[in-house]
DNA sequence: CGGGTTATTGAGGGGCGTCAACAACCGTGG
DNA sequence: CCACGGTTGTTGACGCCCCTCAATAACCCG
C-alpha cells in the first residue's frame, strides 16, 4: 500500500489545504470497520496496522502503513470502511473529508489515473500476499515478515537496527503464524546470527540470508 | 471480482460497439502475466482461472472469473498484465481496446464511479480470501473453494449439479492444498453425502452444511 | 485398444499447532 | 525504591494434521 509515495502536486496541495492534522497514540484505532466512511487519511509520520477480523474471530494484519501512505479507501457500497486501522507508533496524520477528495479527483485526471495506478499497485501486493501465504513454511514466512517490517519501518538497511511495537502477536497475525512458533522462529534466527533481537528491539544483521531464505 | 455485473447503461453501450468478440477453448490462454497490456476483456460466457507465478513455480489460482467480470485492468507501472488468465471452459469475450476505455472512463463520471466502486469489492474479496487462507485448516478450505467454484459456475441451487473443467491439482491451486488432500476430503465429503462426485462432474447435495463447515 | 495423464487410497513421517510451565517485562501503588 | 500482579515472551513436550511418496485404478485421447 504506497498509494502516495509518487503523487501529484496536486494532490499534496489538497493535503496540505485539508489541514486537519489528527496524532494517535499508540494503540489506537484510526479506523474501525464497518464504521461509515467520513474521508481519507494519509500518513505524515509513524507506522500503522490495517487488519480485518475474521471469521473465527482471530486476528489478521493485513498489512503494515507507514509515511505516505494512504488509508481509508477500501469501503464497501453502503459507504463502510471495510477495514480497521489501529497506530502501532505515535502516528500523525492528514485528514481529507470524503468530498474534498471526490472533488480533486473529479476534476483532475492525472490524480484519478495516479489513484487507478496505486490502486493497481495495492492489488498486485495482496496477490503476492496471497501466494506467499498460501505456499511458504513457517521459516520463510519469518524472513518475509521481517522484511515486510523492516519496509514499513523504513529501515536504514546500513544499520538494521529498530525498536517495533509489535508483539510476537501481532508479528504472528501478519503471516498466521502463533506467537510460539514465532518466538521459536526467532530464536533459531538468533543462534544463526542472522537477526538480533531482545524484546522490541530487533536488528537485522544480515539481509542477503532472509531474502534468500524466501527466495529473492 | 465481479466487476460489471451491475454495470452502467454507458459502460455496456461501449462494450456493444467494440465488436471484437473472440472465442477461447479449454485451457487456452486470454492474458498472461508480463505481457504489453492492450485492452480490457469481458466475459460473455464461459469460464477463467486468474493465476499468478510464484516465486516457487508452484502455481496458484487467485479466483475463477465468470460471465459478467472483467480482466486485464490488473497493470502494472509499464502497461503490463500482472496475471495470466486462462480460460476453464470454453469462453466468449469481448474485447475493448486500452484507450477506447480510458475515452469512456474521462468522460463518464458514472462509470468511473462503478469502477472504483467494483476495484473496491476486488480488494474487499481478496482480502477475506486472504485471511481464510491463513487461519482455515483443510476441510474448511474444501468448503470454500466448492462453494467459490459453485458461485463461478452460477449454479443453480436447486439442483446443486455442475461439471468442472478443473483438475484436482487446479482445486487445490485454488486454496493451498495438495491433489491428495484435495482427494482426500472429497471423499470423506461424499461419504458424509453432503457432496456427490465421480471424476469432474460435482453435485453439491447440502450447501447449508458446507456453509457451516466455514462458518458461514 | 494402448499409453499417458489424472484420480484414489494408504502408509509413513515431519512440521507445526496446542498446552503448560517458567521467565521476563512493565506499569501501578505502596 | 521495591514489591507485586498482570501481561507478554520463551522453551519444551506431545500429538495431530497434513505433506510426501508410492502403488493402483480410472480416465482420456489418439
Redesign the interface.
Known amino acids: 500500500c504506497t498509494i502516495l509515495k509518487k503523487c501529484r502536486r496536486e494532490f499534496l496541495e489538497l493535503i496540505n489545504r485539508s489541514k486537519y492534522c489528527i496524532k494517535y497514540q499508540r494503540g489506537q484505532p484510526l479506523i474501525l470497520e464497518g464504521k461509515e466512511a467520513d474521508g481519507i487519511y494519509v500518513i505524515n509520520s509513524g507506522v500503522v496496522k490495517v487488519h ?1 477480523s ?3 474471530n ?1 486476528p ?1 494484519i ?1 498489512f503494515l502503513g507507514t509515511v505516505g501512505d494512504m488509508l481509508g ?5 453502503n459507504n463502510r470502511y ?2 480497521s486501522v489501529t497506530a502501532v507508533e505515535e502516528t500523525h496524520v492528514c485528514f481529507i473529508e470524503r468530498k474534498d477528495f471526490e472533488n480533486v479527483l ?1 476534476k483532475n ?1 492525472a490524480v ?1 489515473d495516479d489513484l487507478r ?1 496505486t ?6 501486493n ?10 511458504m513454511n513457517v521459516s520463510e514466512k519469518i524472513a518475509e515478515v521481517l522484511l515486510h517490517i523492516a519496509d514499513a519501518y523504513q529501515l536504514n538497511y546500513s544499520t538494521g537496527r529498530f525498536t517495533v511495537n509489535l508483539s510476537r502477536q501481532d508479528i504472528g497475525d501478519i ?2 503464524l502463533n506467537k510460539e512458533q514465532v518466538s521459536k522462529c526467532l530464536s533459531d534466527l538468533k543462534t544463526q546470527k542472522i537477526i538480533a533481537a531482545s524484546g522490541k528491539d530487533l536488528q537485522i544483521l544480515n539481509y542477503k540470508k532472509l531474502e534468500e531464505l ?3
Not at 479507501?73 to 457500497?77: E, H, K, L, M, R
Not at 500476499?129 to 498460501?134: C, G, K, P
Open positions: 480485518i475474521s471469521y473465527k482471530k489478521f493485513l479507501y477500501q469501503i464497501d457500497p471495510q477495514v473529479n485526471v484519478r495506478q490502486l493497481n499497485n495495492e492489488l498486485s495482496i496477490y503476492l500476499r496471497t501466494v506467499r501465504l498460501a505456499q503471516i498466521g524466501i527466495g529473492k
